[in-house]
């Protein structure tokens, strides 16, 4: 197995991934029991929470802006020193409007690290290589979270939860990798030099409605599916840390060989898998009666995510590498447009019929199935649909 060395593009990649998973992993596994069981949270506040949370994702397009101030690289670190400090500030008051303002300090961190490690992993790796290698940064992460929350699950069967000790932690221990991706890491030369302007490109269109929907299905996920677990079948905070142990061991192991297989199948195949899949989830999730059903949706549910990788691959083939930057920035926008809106929406319909959010989601699934036919057997500039006129494979890449 080759190993990567430390001051490489790919070892920053890999310290940033690791440093986002401990700091939002940890804040997101204890946030459904600390907001519940100290803060007296219902349905309606943890949906405004959770769309609060949203709005920086929503304005990740102002990360091309910052960026004609400061390199793509330094912007990346100070964002997860930035959500290690929210992370790690999260539960000194347990009242909700401490939460909310913790809350957009941390997502702030988090959503424009997203945005620059998507960016910086479709500019430094080949088109050849990324599905392999986001494969595995995604195996990193979750190995990560493996190790992290089974650490908290450890401490959790010992002793009573002390929610300020683990939040300060996490948020500390991300502080320190970004300091450390800071002091040790070279600062490397952009190898395309990227537009520093806001745009849209028609020809980009698939790949928009792909990334609008993606978000609005994933909103319901991470908002509902494990506020389901608590609130409906009383599920304890130690319970809800090894079910995402049990995840992250699933996707460390799976993670890698997801990638692999997009490579071989192709984007448009994968994509079809994934939605299907989430379509017979949703539908699940609506009607389910069962702590044990509920639990196996929650864990097929969560695996699925891996298949998202395919979009990235689908839109790296077919940008022009010089807006890979500026594009990154504008799809978290658009990924996040429906998030901001819906998490306190549903929030209002979960209090009157929780199976409803859930059939909306299946909904969604639906479109983006739809949408994933339009993929070309092979994407690529100037055949970016199957609506394109360059249907023609090319020989030579």
């Known amino acids: 197995m080759n190993t990567i060395p430390l001051k490489s593009r790919k070892s920053l990649l890999y310290l940033l991934a690791i440093g986002n998973t401990i700091a939002f992993a ?5 946030l459904n029991n600390f907001a519940v069981e100290q803060a007296s949270f219902s349905g ?18 102002t990360a091309i802006l910052v960026m004609i101030l400061i390199r793509q690289q330094t912007f990346a670190i100070l964002a997860l020193i930035t959500l290690g400090v929210g992370t790690a500030i999260t539960a000194f008051y ?3 409007l401490w939460l909310y303002f913790t809350t957009i300090i941390m997502s702030i961190g988090f959503h424009y690290l997203e945005t620059l490690h998507n960016s910086l992993s479709l500019q430094w790796l080949s088109k050849e290589e990324a599905p392999r290698i986001l494969g595995k940064l995604l195996s990193a992460r979750a190995f990560c979270n493996l190790s992290v929350l089974g650490v908290i699950y450890l401490y959790l069967t010992f002793f009573a939860s002390d929610y300020l000790l683990i939040y300060v932690l996490a948020g500390g221990t991300a502080v320190l990798i970004g300091l450390f991706c800071w002091s040790v890491i070279p600062h490397f030369e952009d190898q395309v030099v990227q537009r520093k302007e806001l745009f849209l490109r028609k020809k980009y269109w698939l790949y928009y409605l792909l990334t609008f929907f993606a978000g609005a299905r994933r909103q319901i ?3 509902f599916a494990g506020f389901l677990l608590v609130e409906k079948f009383g599920f304890p ?5 090894l079910l995402t142990l049990v995840n992250a061991a699933l996707t460390s192991w799976l993670a890698p060989k997801v990638g692999s297989l997009i490579s071989y199948i192709g984007e448009r195949r994968a994509l079809t898998l994934e939605y299907v899949g989430l379509i017979i989830i949703f539908i699940g999730y609506a009607f389910v009666e069962s702590i044990s059903v509920a639990i196996a949706l929650y864990l097929l549910d969560h695996l699925f995510f891996a298949m998202a990788i395919a979009i990235k691959t689908y839109f790296q083939k077919i940008a022009d590498p010089a807006d890979i930057a500026a594009t990154s920035s504008i799809s978290f926008t658009i990924n996040h447009i429906a998030a901001v809106v819906l998490p306190a929406l549903l929030g209002l319909l979960w209090v ?8 909306i989601g299946a909904a969604i699934a639906f479109c983006s199935l739809l949408l994933s ?3 070309p057997e092979h994407p690529r500039q100037g055949c970016e649909t199957r609506l394109s006129t360059q249907q023609t494979p090319q020989t030579v890449d």
């Open 26 to 30: 940890t804040w997101q596994v204890m």
């Open 94 to 96: 347990p009242s909700a």
């Open 221 to 223: 996920f991470v908002v």
């Open 373 to 375: 036919q339009l993929i």
């Open 237 to 241: 905070v130690e319970n809800v840390v």
């Open 352 to 359: 009157i019929d929780h199976g409803a959010v859930f059939l």
């Open 44 to 61: 309606e506040e943890i949906g405004i929470l959770q769309s609060l949370r949203e709005i920086p994702g929503f304005l990740a397009f």
